[in-house]
């Protein structure tokens, strides 16, 4: 298999930092990437982005061999990872810096994102509406190293943060 073959997919759920694990840990998926979309500052830091005044999103990058790990299983796997019907934050973070978002990068993308939001939506798995919007890709721009895999180089903090968040307590009462 030739790295040609690979395709990449981004998602904003909340803090990047608990958006890498869920996604690395299957065949077919190459690199999780915690980085920034979406915004007009170019090349811009953390301290800049969590402000919420460069209109960035924190997302994780994907890359993912679509004949190992499909872009419709990535679908399923992030609406497992996010609260849809919250367009202003993800759980403790507050703001559009950490809004839901789905960026596409090419057309069979941006339906198949659709259609799954469409299916979610019409499950009745929420009370309120599904409103993650679905948007084209922007420039990625990778977060700091401190960022990159957070979950392994910082165990307990990451743990810690998870717990204080109330994502693990929301995601089992809608999918478990």
Not at 15 to 39: A, H
Not at 45 to 66: A, C, L, R, W
Not at 160 to 165: I, K, L, T
Request: proline share 5%.
């Amino acid at each position: 298999m030739t790295q040609t073959n690979l395709q990449k997919a981004t998602f904003a759920g909340g803090c990047f930092w608990c958006m890498v694990k869920p996604f690395i840990e299957w065949e077919g998926i190459e690199s999780v990437k915690s980085g920034y979309m979406g915004g007009t500052v170019e090349n811009p830091t953390y301290e800049q982005v969590k402000t919420g005044e460069t209109g960035h999103t924190e997302v994780v990058e994907i890359t993912y061999n679509p004949n190992l790990f499909s872009y419709d299983q990535l679908l399923e796997l992030y609406w497992q990872q996010v609260d849809p019907t919250d367009d202003e934050g993800q759980f403790q973070d507050r703001g559009s810096n950490y809004r839901a978002v789905i960026f596409y990068h090419n057309e069979q993308q941006r339906k198949a994102a659709e259609d799954s939001k469409m299916a979610l939506a019409s499950s009745n798995k929420y009370k309120k509406p599904v409103v993650t919007p679905i948007l084209p890709a922007q420039v990625f721009y990778l977060a700091e190293d401190y960022h990159q895999d957070f979950y392994k180089k910082n165990p307990k903090e990451y743990k810690e943060d998870r717990a204080q968040s109330g994502r693990d307590e929301f995601l089992q009462q809608h999918w478990d």
